[in-house]
């Protein structure tokens, strides 16, 4: 019988072999997760993997995998045919870090094929949060807590205080899957943090659910950690001036490990960030060691790199930042019109959101001056407080934050979302919350225009993008997006203002957080057709970009001191370019108009050649940043030719009408075109896919711009689309009011259609 046994035993994995293809995807995925969590594999490791998916021979490939992924296995659990668990040590080295998290791997052998929670529990971390955040010290008041029910078939005597040291999760979100695949072999990861330094002791056991405990305590594992002591790191943060401020830093150790730990942060550093945002004099704690410590403010600022050594009690990280642009000092204001607290990234539970005093220090780290903190659907009910219809008491001149609200969620949504900046009331007639808005966009911008506010359509192109690359095309879209859906629309109507006159129901387009294609060609055929919507930039922090505040941007020309109305009112009027900060189109200029003022209208009295110029700068860095360019869709990255240079164009109803190159060297230069004007006609100039400015509208002999008849074609049969798409988005009482608003647009492109002498 035992040799029986033994035989079966030895015989087990040739007769049921783990499948190479599954056990190699899953080991990609944890790759993939290390790091999201800042917690990398080695590079040898992630070679090792990327050989293993060469192999022909499944066997030759689960060995690579194994040899990569266990040396960083903490525990091995091994689930019988019984699903019973056991658990032993694995190869790593238990090593944590005072007030800080690590991550390990956990090897599962899973002969039951199981396809439960695989659960970590323990004496020693008695506490966990509600939604899995982590606890420190100063966190009691702020979270939920539940106690964990320590194994009722393995009693052991409560832990006092002293005991209670030690955090940990597994993490069971994407790339991952919460619960076991049912392969033979998998891996996992558990987060572990300590509360202490030096040695500490845990017995830390394993289950798939009740019952699933092997018998003889063998789930148990008892561990000693050495815990590596954090040491106290000032911050000395000098602008370009030598005056104390605030920078954005990524500190990696020689592993490549990001400090502190991703995984479970607290605001105001974000779990979806490896970098935070430190001021002048602030501390941050890390264990004594090697760092790598990258460090910037924005992109006005030149990015740079030091080694920093942590030893002993006192280590000051002293940086000096170098600008290599500042708008600023010519009256041009950087903003960010639209930025979440709550909601995609950003945990809705154990808080809701973050707070206020969190996101003015994300603007401040990346020298954005204007943030507009708008309220959507996740959290509504506890961001509200937040508004106050004026700038935030967390406002640090120049740097000011408002709470408005972004139209997400609830009300006309389905039709398009909206960004409303500059709100006197946060939330209409009937009710305190989201469940009462308007249905129809254009009633939405009644009530928001009625008090003043400033208002266009969020991440434009969804829902809109054609299929073609040109800029422009004449391909309908299909308008089953939530962007500039029902702009189409709205753009044709006046509503009132808060002095009774008739004003646009929509005053500008969003761009530079969607395909620049389906943005300039919606906004494009609008202008062509005589409409005067403006174009601003936005990021949508941190729901379509979460990597940083102000990644898509508004550069707004005031006269005198920033304040937010006035910032608001320059995006009304157009005195303004958009940009993603690497590139700069300032002092736009056709004939004697500069943009954005006297409704940047040039009157000509008949056809004639004008003078378009800007000052104009742009920065890249000498290596092509590939991620970017797969990341972000507006960026300087896809303009670069030739090494360094990028194109300046000069656009005229739509089309390019010349062009120069210039070096990205940051040095600022005039770039300007002599341009022929035939008609009424709107002129702008850009360097694609970076900045953008706003038109100056050229009006020749009196007449309205009238630029094109396969623009107004496009735009009349828009309205349709949009109506099959949209109709059954508004409510019943609604529904009569869309149908005037629709075929007022119809009326509205047709007339255009027939003024129009130009295909």
Known sequence: MLLFAISTLLHTPQQNPIPAQPLLAQARRISEALDYLGNPLPAAAKRQLDLAATQTVDAKAIQLVESALDPHVLFEVDINPESRVKVKLGAAKPILVESGWR???????????????????????????????????????????????????NPRPKPNVRDRWLDMMMFNKQPLTQKLSGLGVEYRIIQLYSRDAGQ????????????????????????????????????????????????????????????PSQAKRLAPDFPFHPQIYRADGEILKLPEGAYHV????????????????????????????????????????????????????????????????????????EDLKVGCNLTWGPCFDYQKQFFTGSISPESRYPYLLRYDVEVSGFGSHQSGHLCLLRLKNQIPPGGDSWKHWPTLGLNTLKWAKKQGAV??????????????????????????????????????????GPDGSMVPAVDFISTEDTQ??????????????????????????????????????????????????????????????????????????????????????LNLAAPRIVHVSAMVAARLPATPDIAAMRRFPWTLEHARKNGNEVPVEVIV??????????????????????????????????ILPSSHTNPVFVVVGGKPIRASKKSAEWCLKGVDVCWQQKQRTYAAAEQSDARSAYEHAREAYRKILSECEVE
């Open 103 to 153: 991550q390990y791997l956990v090897k599962v052998k899973n002969e039951a094929g199981v396809t439960a929670e695989l659960a970590a529990i323990s004496p020693n971390a008695q506490t966990v949060f509600e939604a899995g955040y982590p606890k420190t010290a100063s966190d009691d008041a702020l979270r939920p807590r539940m106690q964990i029910n320590i194994n009722d078939r």
């Open 653 to 686: 109803n739509g089309k390019q009408a010349g062009f120069k190159w210039i070096k990205a060297d940051g040095a600022l230069q005039e770039v300007s075109f002599d341009v022929p004007i035939e008609r009424s006609s709107w002129v702008a100039m850009r």
């Open 294 to 365: 990258d460090y910037t403010r924005g992109p006005e600022y030149v990015q740079k790199s030091l080694d920093l050594n942590v030893k002993g009690s006192a280590t000051t990280l002293s940086v000096r930042l170098a600008r290599w642009i500042d708008p600023s000092l010519t009256g041009w204001w950087s903003g960010d019109h639209h930025i979440h607290a709550a909601g995609c990234a950003h945990y809705d539970n154990p808080t809701e959101g973050v707070l206020a005093t969190d996101m003015a220090r994300h603007c401040r780290g």
């Open 455 to 496: 208002c266009g359509p969020a991440h434009s192109g969804n829902g809109i993008m054609p299929p073609e690359a040109a800029i422009p095309t004449y391909t309908i879209p299909p308008y089953n997006g939530i962007g500039a859906n029902e702009y189409i629309v709205d753009v044709t109507h006046l509503v009132e």
């Open 516 to 601: 620049p294609v389906a943005e300039l060609n919606m906004w494009y055929h609008t202008l062509n057709c005589g409409y005067r919507t403006r174009a601003s930039g936005e990021t949508d922090f941190p729901c379509i970009f979460g990597e940083r505040v102000g990644i898509g941007r508004s550069y707004v020309k005031l006269d005198g001191k920033l304040d937010f109305d006035s910032w608001c009112e320059g995006i009304r009027n157009g005195r303004c370019y958009v940009s993603d900060g690497m590139s700069h189109l300032m002092d736009f200029k056709v004939g004697e108009r500069n943009v954005g003022e006297q409704g940047s209208e």
């Open 200 to 259: 500490r002791e845990a017995r830390i056991s394993f289950n798939v659910g009740q019952g699933s405990q092997d018998l003889g305590f063998r789930n148990d594992c008892d561990i000693l950690f050495r815990v590596a002591p954090a040491r106290n790191v000032k911050f000395k943060v000098l602008d370009e001036n030598g005056k104390p401020t605030t920078a954005m830093f990524t500190i990696r150790d020689s592993q490549g490990r990001v400090y």
